[in-house]
């Protein structure tokens, strides 16, 4: 009886200990980089999928919109034109500090279900980390960097699959502490991090460099372990231009994609005008950039708060027939990549 009483007892210690352990299965594969298959995929692709068309998305497309936040299975996109970004963009600051709100408000509880959820519909997805000054301490830094990585590789769907993720370290915006710095200083900040994030395994993530175009001497900064170039320019409702928005674009993107592609790379444009002012915006501004210029893709400004306040870049229901008629000739366009059209971007092309 004591024997038998033993044995019980084993099995059930083993039988808790062997829970504790469980691990979620995983079936992401690494590739010989030392990212997983589907990171590696999703470079190899960004280029050859310039020869299909451009991937049209947005900042916060499914997370947030004119009068609304987090709301399942829902985007401005969709309710105009019903599909969906072909990508999806977050922001990361506050991260690093253990915040659970973002700098622009938004839960990042929030921003990692959607953007597992975008990643399982097959979108790309986008994120900048805009970082707070660590005043030369090292050991901040290092505590910064361990808090972005335990988050990307947290983004992982239920076989433990991880979100290939293109991450913008320090975009350049004109703004920010690191704007200061010497070229040769921020260039060794960006390979710092980029090397503590790989000491930190995290395998889902291509590098990229991100610039707010300000004037011609653009892209000095361009680290050489950057991966995919980005350059934003944007007019918010209070600075509109229509024609100085055109001839900016006309004169910074040759240049910006010749740069790209003399260093392997492809090209994103982060873009938008807010309030949307024109309504031929999307059909004779933007689409025949669309159309002749080799791009990785077009992501918009983020639509958010209410009607009143003017803060969108895309249309959304209500705002006006032409503007979403201007809208759905873009939408319609065999240039133009929405998530319906966006097929294999995690598959091993062939």
């Not at 019980?8 to 210690?13: A, D, F, S």
């Not at 990692?112 to 805009?130: C, D, Q």
């Not at 990585?149 to 350049?172: A, C, H, R």
């Not at 032409?322 to 097929?343: P, Q, V, W």
């Amino acid at each position: 009886m004591k024997i038998k009483y033993i044995f019980y007892t084993l099995m059930i210690t083993l039988a808790i200990s062997s829970c504790g352990d469980k691990k979620k299965m995983s079936y992401d594969e690494i590739a010989s980089s030392g990212r997983t298959t589907r990171t590696e995929n999703m470079k190899s692709n960004l280029t050859t999928f310039t020869n299909k068309g451009v991937m049209i998305g947005q900042m916060y497309g499914t997370l947030e919109g004119i009068g609304w936040k987090n709301e399942k299975s829902r985007s401005d996109f969709f309710s105009i034109c019903h599909d969906n970004p072909a990508l999806n963009g977050y922001e990361l600051s506050g991260i690093e500090s253990g915040k659970k709100i973002n700098s622009d408000g938004l839960q990042f509880s929030w921003i990692a279900k959607n953007a597992i959820n975008a990643f399982k519909h097959g979108s790309m997805i986008v994120m900048n980390w805009t970082a707070p000054d660590y005043n030369g301490n090292k050991d901040v830094l290092k505590d910064y960097i361990k808090s972005l990585s335990n988050f990307i590789s947290s983004l992982q769907d239920s076989y433990g699959i991880k979100v290939p993720v293109v991450l913008y370290l320090y975009p350049v915006d004109g703004k920010s502490w690191y704007y200061n710095m010497s070229i040769d200083k921020y260039k060794k900040l960006y390979e710092d991090t980029k090397s503590m994030l790989d000491d930190n395994d995290v395998t889902n993530v291509i590098f990229g460099y991100s610039e707010t175009y300000v004037n011609n001497n653009f892209l000095e900064r361009y680290p050489d372990d950057a991966e995919i170039v980005n350059i934003t320019y944007m007019q918010t409702k209070e600075h509109i231009n229509i024609n100085e928005y055109k001839n900016t674009l006309a004169t910074f993107l040759p240049k910006a994609i010749s740069f790209a592609q003399e260093h392997n790379n492809t090209l994103g444009l982060t873009t938008g005008i807010e309030s949307i002012p024109d309504s031929n915006y999307f059909s004779n501004i933007l689409l025949p950039i669309v159309e002749h210029h080799r791009l990785a893709y077009v992501m918009f400004g983020a639509n958010h708060e209410d009607y009143k306040s003017g803060h969108f870049y895309t249309p959304y229901p209500g705002e006006g027939n032409d503007k979403i008629r201007g809208f759905m000739k873009f939408y319609n366009n065999e240039h133009t990549i929405f998530l319906s059209k966006l097929n294999g971007l995690y598959i091993e092309s062939k």
